[in-house]
């Protein structure tokens, strides 16, 4: 019997670390990791100790014995990627970084509170005396794992449970919310009061389609932020009185989009869906979800996983057009697609259709406050035209430059030499700024991908500090000059990590603090005044809370 990582895998590596056999890859420092749907385990190899699945973040990790019949696929990845990929005998597991000595008083910036920062954080409070504060523009912490990740995968958002201080820890990492870096501080502020600054606000901005009439399209952005209950959602509420709604782009946001579009609403009921969204999905007329990509089959931009998971949901059938596959060769992505293709319909169920190698030309409103949505092949010919409730649009996304901060246009992404941030004029490498994430790589890879990012990041503060390139002389006075620039920023001072920060900052969105939970978990919290007023998260879980996907 071997071990199967199924999934829910956030691919953070944090089992390569507990295999004594070295048997779990693709690992960081190999090709193909950055890219990895998933990590795989190989049966050949595995011993059956279960280390791995006692360390795994989000439980993905399950004994083969003990797979449901819907996990099976995943048992045949693990082996199918083996036999891909041969074991080497130079392959080993990576080895956690010993404590560091000699670095009392650094003091670090971390700007965004993502997976990316909180990883950073944690490599860098493992070091005793290094001191760390994040910086986060909305009054809640998270990012993309708490906004951005669908309700109905609680076991993704789950994986930030990981993220906790011991005391010693808790002493030296401070939070600030509601403060918007760049607008409310500069980069020259944080650079004056910290040694180093990393920046890991992640890709912030949507890419658009570049067509005519894009004004009637409805960004993913809006989209998730509308069923998360982002604190700055607004009163958007997306059209769903015809049959059908469409969404252009393949990847995982789109999959999700679907699913959640097409999920029987008692399904959602139980997660932490924004409440006004599940009361909008009761009201739904719509019944088909059409998923528009640029691309052929085998260059979609979802993983395998994921289209596993959406055709396992129940009430929802996946469609494909078997001409689609014609020629294409195996993989595991073709393989599920041709199983979609060939499925007998299910009588009541509702309809997500793969259409590919298929663009948006143009889009029109309609009378009846949908779009009229004119298709054609990417290199022109026939054009169609199908009518929709609402497009969504969902591909890709970019980060947003901040003042003061090199930020190069064409990528999206913040110039860097190995998370060390460089002067994209001379390529010269800046003192004290550093990025990891999606702000520093593209929006690629999901929730665990950034460990090792920003790993590396952390790593290079500390050699830098070490080694005396970041000079000693900060100016004092920071607090008073937050609250002077930022009167409605949250400070949440000894959190004992990201579960205790975002209850303590939802406590007060409540209008009232949380009870400590344990005497060693006892966080200082200050609500300066003028904050705005935000909308409350009813219903909402913490990744403590939520008990057991995504990205």
Excluded at 90 to 116: C, F, Q, Y
Excluded at 498 to 513: C, H, I, K, T, W
Aim: charged share 20%.
């Amino acid at each position: 019997m071997a071990y199967v990582i199924t999934q829910n895998c956030c691919s953070d590596a944090s089992c390569l670390a507990a295999c004594p056999v070295g048997c779990i890859h693709p690992r960081p420092d190999e090709p193909g990791f950055g890219t990895a749907e998933i990590l795989h385990i190989d049966p050949e190899a595995c011993i059956d100790c279960g280390a791995c699945a006692d360390v795994c973040p989000v439980d993905a990790i399950l004994p083969e014995t003990g797979l449901r019949d819907d996990q099976r696929w995943f048992a045949e990845a693990n082996a199918r990627y083996y036999a891909d990929h041969p074991m080497s005998p130079n392959w080993d597991t990576r080895k956690a970084p010993l404590i560091r000595r000699g670095l009392d008083g650094l003091r670090v910036a971390v700007v965004g509170s993502g997976a990316a920062a909180w990883y950073a954080a944690r490599s860098l409070l493992r070091h005793p005396g290094v001191e760390v504060t994040m910086f986060e523009k909305l009054p809640v912490p998270g990012g993309l794992v708490e906004f951005g990740v669908a309700p109905d995968h609680p076991s993704t958002k789950a994986a930030m449970a990981q993220f906790r201080w011991m005391r010693d820890q808790q002493s030296r990492f401070g939070l600030r919310l509601n403060v918007d870096v760049g607008t409310d501080v500069t980069h020259t502020d944080l650079m004056r009061h910290h040694h180093a600054v990393v920046y890991a606000h992640g890709s912030q901005e949507e890419r658009q389609l570049g067509v005519p009439g894009e004004e009637f399209v409805t960004g993913a952005l809006s989209f998730v932020s509308w069923y998360n209950d982002h604190p700055y959602a607004g009163d958007f509420t997306p059209n769903l009185c015809g049959r059908r709604a469409m969404i252009v782009g393949n990847g995982n946001v789109a999959l999700d989009m679907a699913r959640i579009l097409a999920t029987a609403p008692d399904a959602l009921a139980g997660t932490g869906i924004a409440p006004r969204a599940l009361a909008a999905l009761r009201d739904s007329h719509v019944e088909e979800v059409v998923i528009v990509g640029r691309r052929g089959p085998t260059d979609a931009a979802f993983t395998a996983a994921e289209l596993h998971g959406l055709m396992q949901t129940a009430g929802i059938d996946v469609v494909v057009d078997p001409a689609d596959l014609v020629d294409s060769p195996s993989s595991a992505t073709v393989d599920l697609l041709r199983a979609a293709s060939v499925a007998a319909p299910t009588p009541g169920a509702r309809r997500i259709v793969l259409r590919f190698n298929t663009v948006v030309e143009r889009v029109t409103p309609s009378d009846d406050g949908g779009v009229s949505v004119a298709l054609a092949a990417p290199g022109g010919g026939s054009d169609e035209t199908v009518d929709a409730a609402v497009l969504l649009r969902a591909v890709g996304f970019r980060g947003t430059p901040i003042a003061g901060v090199p930020y190069s246009i064409e990528t999206g992404t913040i110039p860097n030499d190995d998370k060390r941030v460089v002067d994209p004029d001379t390529g010269a490498v800046i003192p004290g700024v550093y990025a990891t994430g999606w702000i520093a790589r593209g929006p690629n890879g999901g929730i665990g991908i950034n460990r090792s990012c920003a790993e590396a990041a952390a790593e290079h503060v500390m050699d830098d500090y070490a080694g005396g390139a970041l000079g000693d002389h900060l100016d004092s006075g920071f607090p008073e000059l937050l609250r002077n620039t930022c009167p409605r920023v949250v400070t949440i001072d000894g959190a004992d990590g990201y579960a205790d920060a975002v209850e303590q900052a939802n406590a007060y969105r409540r209008g009232r603090p949380s009870e400590p939970r344990t005497p060693l978990a006892v966080a200082r919290v200050t609500l300066l005044p003028l904050w705005p007023r935000v909308g409350r998260r009813s219903g909402h879980r913490t990744p403590a809370s939520a008990g057991g996907s995504r990205s």
